[in-house]
Each structure stands twice: as structure tokens, then as C-alpha cells.
């Protein structure tokens, strides 16, 4: 039995698989920002977790009182090492966008809570540049009736609602084309902090593994898909994906 640790294998076979690929997408869930201070849904203390056993969410941060990790530096070097292609998340934290990832190489499937959007033309405005007061003006879901006083869209004067998608909402068009789009052309799909448990989103990594891709899963927790996973690691991405990083630039 090798005596290497087993940590260390493991990220050996990560940064090699990262290295042959040619076209490496990765998609993350509400587990790459805990290790920021938010709670996520489904693992061990998460919001829905806490719910079935009756108890309120756990004394996490705010969005606005949080700032990216470790995990989402060591994405933003796989984009900056031209090793990634895309990023398909379907965190509303804007945490991704915060540690650098460029705009045009995320889709954000369950949108983004800074950001606003317009019912007809889908532009995007932040509440800054609306003046949206959510103490005025409330949250702006959709499900929740438009008021007089209510900002509208900057360009084309239509209804404005949050931007975050909620459950029931339509997902977000242009987002989801984006992702079919690179999810269709990778060759790795790299899965990290999701319980994989949310359709469509949860669709990708199976079909990019159906189309031939291999698949990488970093979570705590098992996810329905770990029987597809060519690796799959149970550490805590913060902790595993900076190794990666380092091995990569030592290989590349
Ligand atoms: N490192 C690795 N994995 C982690 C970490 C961590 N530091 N912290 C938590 N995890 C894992 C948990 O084990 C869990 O399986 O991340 C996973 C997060 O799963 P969910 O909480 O279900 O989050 P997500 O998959 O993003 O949920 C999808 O569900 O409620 C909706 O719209 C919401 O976007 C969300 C969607
Ligand atoms: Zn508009």
C-alpha cells in the first residue's frame, strides 16, 4: 500500500486529468461558498437540512457580509491558466464574480441577488443604478405584486424583478444556452459543492458524462452522481482545490 497520502494521490489524478483536458467546465454549488461564511442547503447544517428538523437557518453571513475563498481564487487561476473554458454555478452570491471571473465565461443559472432584471428585455441593472430600495421597494420578486413606486427598466421601461431565480421561476434563457453550449463541448466537467439534487442545473455533469466527458466531483457529501464520477474527493474544496492549483503549475 503506497504510504503517499491519500490526499496527495488524489490531487496527482485531479491535475493531470485537469492538464490533458481540452476543454475543462466547471460547475459549482452553494458548497464552494461556505468556507465564506454562507450556509448552503443540503449539507450537514444546511438551510434545508436545518428545516426538516425544524430548526431556522444557522447564524450564517449575509451576502453582503461575505467575501470569496480560497475555492474561488483557485478557479479564477484555472480561468486566468486558460485551463477553463466556462463556469456554470448556481450560486446567487456573486461571489464568483467577486474573485475576478470575467463575465462572459460564467453563467450564473439561478441568477445573482445584486443584480435586478428587466421582464421584457432582460437587461441587468444593479439597485444602485436603478435606485431600488429594498426597504421601499421590497425584494422585487416576481411573485410578488409590482408596486406604483417601483423602478422600471433603464432601457425599455418594463417591469424590473429581482434577478434571483426562484423556485417555480423560468430559468434564465440566455444562461442556459451558455451552459448547453460548453457543457456539450468539454471534455472534463469539474463538479465542486453541489448535492447535485436541483434539475435542470443538476443535468449537466450527467450529460457531459453521457457526451464522453470525464467527470471530476469535490463534495463532502455523496451526490446521485457519484457512480459516474471517473474521481470523486470528499474534502473540503477551500482545503483541496489550492493543492491542485499548485500541482498544475508545476506540470503545465
Ligand atoms: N467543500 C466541499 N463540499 C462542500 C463544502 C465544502 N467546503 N461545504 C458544503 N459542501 C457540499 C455539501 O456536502 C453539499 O452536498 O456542498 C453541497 C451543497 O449542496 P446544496 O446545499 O444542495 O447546494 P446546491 O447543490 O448548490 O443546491 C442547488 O438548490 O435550494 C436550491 O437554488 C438553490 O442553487 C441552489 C440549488
Ligand atoms: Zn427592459
Not at 142 to 149: D, G, K, L, M, Y
Request: hydrophobic share 35%.
Amino acid at each position: 500500500m503506497s504510504n503517499i497520502p491519500q490526499i496527495e494521490r488524489e490531487v496527482d489524478k485531479i491535475a493531470e486529468m485537469i492538464k490533458d483536458s481540452q476543454y475543462l467546465v466547471v460547475f459549482t454549488g452553494a458548497g464552494i461558498s461556505t468556507e465564506s461564511g454562507l450556509s448552503d442547503f443540503r449539507g450537514k447544517d444546511g438551510i434545508w437540512t436545518r428545516k426538516e428538523k425544524g430548526l431556522p437557518p444557522k447564524h450564517g453571513k449575509h451576502f453582503d457580509d461575505v467575501k470569496p475563498n480560497k475555492a474561488h481564487y483557485a478557479i479564477k487561476e484555472l480561468q486566468d491558466m486558460k485551463l477553463m473554458k466556462y463556469l456554470i454555478s448556481q450560486n446567487v452570491d456573486n461571489l464568483h464574480i467577486e474573485s475576478g471571473i470575467d463575465s462572459s465565461l460564467i453563467s450564473e443559472l439561478h441568477g445573482n441577488y445584486k443584480l435586478m432584471k428587466c421582464m421584457d428585455c432582460d437587461t441587468r441593472f444593479t439597485r444602485v443604478e436603478l435606485k431600488w430600495d429594498r426597504d421601499i421597494h421590497g425584494r422585487g420578486f416576481r411573485t410578488e405584486p409590482q408596486q406604483a413606486n417601483h423602478p422600471v427598466c433603464l432601457e425599455c421601461g418594463g417591469r424590473i424583478i429581482s434577478a434571483v431565480v426562484n423556485f417555480n421561476d423560468p430559468m434564465p434563457e440566455k444562461e442556459m444556452k451558455m451552459s448547453k453550449k460548453h457543457a456539450a463541448k468539454c471534455d472534463l466537467m469539474l463538479v465542486i459543492g453541489s448535492s447535485l439534487s436541483v434539475q435542470p442545473a443538476s443535468n449537466f455533469p450527467r450529460k457531459a458524462k453521457k457526451n464522453g466527458a470525464k467527470l471530476i466531483i469535490i463534495n463532502i457529501d455523496a451526490t446521485p452522481q457519484d457512480d459516474l464520477a471517473d474521481i470523486r474527493v470528499a474534502h473540503k474544496a477551500g482545503k483541496i482545490l489550492p493543492y491542485i492549483i499548485e500541482k498544475l503549475k508545476k506540470i503545465l
